[in-house]
C-alpha cells in the first residue's frame, strides 16, 4: 500500500520538524514543509498531497483560513488546521472552509494520528457516497460501524445500513417513519438538536444510544452534508465506543482506588506513629497507676483518685487501639467467635448506649454464624455501627442487627476481590435515621471524615471500622437514601469451629508466678525502664536495665552470670530490639525473647512467627500481663510460638 502524502504547511519550523517526525514515526509520506500560503498555491498542482496540516495563523499575506478556502474552490482534499489555541471568531471563520478536525498545540503523538487517520476515514467515506448509489451501498454494506442518512434537522430517518438494523433490533420500516431522536435517551434530545444543527461542530460529541430492548450504546458521532437522491442530507457515522467508555470507567475506578489506598496508606503510618509514643505514655501511666494500687488500701482516699488515673489510662489505650485498627496495624489475637453470641453479650451495653428513645433489634437468622477473629476487634466494631447509627437518628427510631450465612454470587465475589473458596457470613446494621446523600456514602471510610459537630465525633470510627474489616478480610458496603435510613453490611469469611485450633493465649493466673532468673531489659523510654524493672524484681527476678541495643549489647558482655531473658522495645535509636537480639544468638544461642511495643511491625513478626524463643507483648501492656508471659516464655519447652498473632 502507498504511503500517505501529507503537506505541512507552518511558520514555526521547529513545530513543523516536530509535526514531521511524528507523522514519520506512523508511516506518512511528508513530502514537504510550507511557510507561506502564497507559495502552497502556487505549486499545490506539483504536490497533489493527500491532506493537508495547515496552520491557521500564517506569515505572508493570506492565512491559513483564506489558502484552505482557495483550494477548496478547485480541489477536494481533506484539510487539518493547526492552532495554538481555541478562539471562537477565528475557529468560526475556520468553519466555513469545511474542515477534516483540529489539532490545538501542542501536538499529543495519538492525538495527531487518530485526527489524521479519521479524516482519511470521513474522506474515504465521503467521496465513496459521491461516486454513485452503487458504491453507495456497497459501501454501508462493508462499514462496520452504524450509519444513518437523516434530514438536517432530525425529524425524519432516510435510510441506514445493515449495521443499525442488527445492532438496535429495529426495522428499517420502523426506523424511516420515526424522527432521529426515537434512538437517543430523553435528555439528550436538546444537545442532539444543537448538533445537527451546527454547520461545522467542533467535535465528535459521545451520545447514548438505546436499542429496540432497552441496550444502552455509547457512541460516538461524525458528521457530513453529502446528496442523496437531489436532496442535501446528513451522514452520521455512530462509532460504538461502549467498552472504550467502559475501560475509562474501570481505569478511573482503579485509579480513584489507588489515590485512596495511598492516603490511607499515609494516614494510617501517622496513626501507627501516633500510636507508638502514645502506648509508650500509657504504658507507665497505667503500670504506675496499677503499681500504686497495689500498695495502698482500698478505704483510703487516694485509691479512688488512681483509679480514675488508671481507669483513663485504659479509655486511652482503647483509642490508640482504633488507630492501630484503622492503620491495620493492631495486634489482634483471634479466636473462633460465634457472632450471635457475642451480639448478644453485647446487647445491654448497646442498649445503654443508644438511650431510651432507640429501640434495638437482633436478628439471627442462622443458628450459628463463626468467624476466626480478635474479639475485642469484633465488638469494637459492633459498638461504633451502632452508635453511628444511633447518631443518625433524631427522636425515636430503631436499629436492627443482623446476621447470616450469607451465600455469594460469583459475580458478586468477583467484584469485591473476596476468596472464592470461603463462605461468608454477613453482618448487617441497619437504622431508620436520616440516611446519607451518594456524596457522603463515598467519603464516609474516609479518616477524619465526619459530618457530626467538631465535639461529638472524630472521624475515626468507621475508618477503623473498615480497617478492622480489611485486616480479617473482609469488605463492608452501604447503602442509604435520604430520610429512609442506612445499612452497613460486613461481610467476612466463615469458619467451621471444630476445624481451626484456637490460638489465643488465655493468662488468667489467681497468684503472679515468680522467679529467680536474669533478665535484660532494653528499652529508651526511662519510665518503662523503671516501672517493669520495680516489678520484674518484686517477683523475685535480677534486672539489668540499658537505654538503647548498644548499650545492652555492652552490659551482656560485661555480665559474669547467663542471661535467661531479653525484654526489648522493637524500636529503638542505634540498635533496634531485633538487631540486639540476633547480636545476643551469637554469644548464647539458647536467650530468650519478649518484644514489647506500642506500634508492632508485621514483617518482623511474621518472620520470627516460628521461633519458639520469641514472644510479643502490644503496649501499654498490664502488671500481670508481663509478669505472665515472663514465666510462660522461660518455662516454655514446646516448638509453639506464644503469644499475639499480627493479622492482616
Known sequence: ???????????????????KKTLLHFGYNVIEIISYGEIVLERYDKLNPDLILMDIMLAGKINGIETASRIKEKHRVPIIYLTAYANEPILGSAKITEPFGYLIKTLEENEQHA???????????????????????????SIADPIFIITDDGEKFFD??????????YTKEELTSSPATKLYIKEEHEQLAHYLKAKNPDDSPIFTHISKNGEKIIVELHKSKIFFKNEKVLLIIARDITKRKQAEDEKRTVLEQLFQSQKMEVVGKLAGGIAHDFNNLLTAINGYADLALRKIDNDSNAYSDIKVIKDCGERAARLTKQLLGFSRKQIAEKTNIDLNSTITELEKMLNRLIGNDISLKTNFQSPLCMIYADKSQIEQVLVNLVVNARDAIVGHGKIVVSTTEELLTEEFIKKHDLDVSNKYIMISVADTGVGMSEEIQKKIFDPFFTTKDVDKGTGLGLSTVFGIVKQNNGIILVESVEGKGSE???????????????????????DLPTG??????????????DFLSEIIEEQGYKVIKASNGKKGLRKFKEINDKIHLLISDITMPEMSGPELANELRELQPDIKAIFISGNADENFIQEQSSNSNVSFLQKPFTFDSIISKIREILDDQNDEIKGSYLVE
Open 115 to 141: 485526527t489524521i487517520e479519521m479524516a482519511f476515514y470521513r474522506y474515504k467515506i465521503e467521496n465513496t457516497l459521491r461516486q454513485s448509489e452503487e458504491k453507495y451501498r456497497l459501501l454501508f454494506k
Open 488 to 510: 452497613l453490611k460486613i461481610y467476612l469469611p466463615q469458619i467451621i469451629a471444630e476445624t481451626i485450633e484456637d490460638k489465643a493465649v488465655k493468662n488468667e493466673p489467681q
Open 160 to 169: 441506514c445500513n445493515d449495521v443499525v438494523l442488527n445492532k438496535y433490533g
Open 516 to 529: 529467680n532468673e536474669t533478665i535484660l531489659l532494653v528499652d529508651d523510654e526511662e519510665s518503662i525502664r
Open 1 to 19: 500500500m502507498a504511503q500517505k502524502r501529507l503537506l505541512i504547511v507552518e511558520d514555526e519550523r521547529i513545530i513543523a520538524e516536530d509535526i
